[in-house]
């Protein structure tokens, strides 16, 4: 055995495999030889016929009918394959052919041209398939049937003004009692951010003088939550991002889902004596987290946060299995035309992680809320989705936030 796989190595090596990515020659193809059909490996007593190199067709060569590159791909193959059967009982042989696989040259040489030549393939793939896009090119390829369609979003509903002020003020009394910042440092450093930052948002076409709008809500988010990273670096304060998120979901969930804690009374009396991973408490839970999730989407809309808001459907099966713990929860929120996300992605890009997602917080306070009384832990996170497909990356525009949400043991 040991001297077969030497054999092979030598092969291969001989053949100066330091060389281009393999890429599948197009000419004419034949069988492969009926030796290679028949070849056999033993290990431990036991023959296995190797189908991986039985399949192998070899591109005809004018020469000899065989080119080099398809002895090394036909070495490689069969190193590969030999390592991967029944490595339990390959034994010391098996542990010698898996490090000349993994760690000798020729191993590390062939996979490392295999995955940058599929690296090159697939940037020349997206070349060509952006070259079709702008030129017109492949008209049938737009109407695929897997090809996404565009996105139809709404307009927005008119903004609730007062609601829009009271996320302010929410947010900023949850700074103030986990930071135990004093209210009019705050007000002065948002007073000094806002100083420095208007003419930049003016010359954009900000209007602070009218009525408040999107614009302008998207703005003091802006400049409030800069206000609190800000304080937070000069003070050196310690801060645990989750916790204040909890604070503040916490805070604003009334606000969204006026319901929720009359909803939350009535699940606690309905718990009482039933055991945290019982399946009769875990069912009361996630009814009640799922319709205050509801709840909070669709004030969203109706207040003019977001145009657009739904979430994946949980069926009667998910639930059962994820009573019977063989499967977790996990809810995506789609958020289409929110109005805070210019001031989101500006905090980020600038190395903040304080930032204005008021959807998430409070859906994530009423799940947690739910499901205080089970064993379930509850985590969720964001991403920005730009929703019309475009083959050219320069054109990417962000359009929507896209919550997951987890839940599970």
């Known amino acids: ?43 431990n007593g036991k023959d296995i016929l190797s189908n991986r190199i039985a399949n192998i067709e070899a591109p005809a060569d004018a020469n000899n009918g065989l080119t080099r590159r398809s002895l090394i791909s036909l070495a490689a193959s069969l190193l590969v394959t030999t390592a991967a059967v029944q490595p339990s009982n390959a034994g010391e042989v ?164 006026p319901s929720s804690q009359t909803r939350l009374i009535e699940l606690s009396s309905k718990q009482k004596g039933l055991k945290r991973n019982a399946k009769g408490c875990l069912e009361n839970g996630i009814t009640v987290a799922l319709d205050l999730t509801d709840e909070v989407l669709k004030n969203l809309v109706s207040n003019g946060l977001v145009a657009l808001a739904g979430r994946s459907e949980i069926d009667n099966e998910r639930i059962s299995d994820w009573t019977d713990d063989l499967a977790d929860i996990e809810l995506s929120i789609p958020l289409d035309g929110d109005i805070t996300l210019s001031s989101q992605v500006l905090l980020q890009e600038q190395g903040f992680r304080v930032y204005p997602d008021f959807g998430r917080f409070a859906i994530t306070s009423a799940i947690q809320k739910s499901m205080a009384s089970t064993n379930q832990n509850v985590s969720s996170d964001e991403y920005y989705m730009d929703t019309n497909y475009n083959s050219n990356p320069d054109l990417f525009e962000v359009k929507q936030v896209l919550l997951n949400i987890v839940i599970d043991s």
């Open 94 to 257: 098996g542990a010698q052919i898996t490090k000349v696989v993994t760690t000798s040259g020729l191993g590390v040489s062939v996979r490392t041209s295999v995955v940058k030549g599929a690296q090159l393939m697939d940037k020349l793939d997206g070349k060509w398939e952006q070259f079709s896009d702008e030129n017109g090119l492949g008209a049938a390829r737009f109407n695929q049937e897997g090809r996404p369609k565009p996105r139809v979003v709404p307009d927005l509903k008119p903004l609730n003004i007062g609601t829009a002020k009271q996320l302010l003020q929410i947010s900023d009394a949850a700074f103030i009692e986990f930071t135990e910042t004093p209210s009019n440092i705050l007000k002065a450093q948002i007073d000094r951010v806002e100083g420095l930052v208007r003419k930049s948002y003016e010359r954009s076409g900000l209007d602070l003088e009218r009525e408040m709008t999107p614009k302008e809500f998207d703005f003091y988010c802006y400049v409030h939550f800069k206000a609190y990273c800000d304080l937070i670096l000069e003070n050196k304060v310690s801060f645990n991002r989750k916790s204040f998120e909890h604070l503040l979901g916490d805070k604003l969930l009334p606000l969204l889902a």
């Open 1 to 43: 055995m040991k001297k077969n796989v030497c054999s092979l190595l030598s092969i291969a090596a001989s053949l100066n495999t330091a060389q281009s990515f393999w890429v599948p020659d197009r000419r004419a193809v034949r069988p492969s030889s009926s030796c290679l059909g028949q070849l056999k490996v033993n290990l």
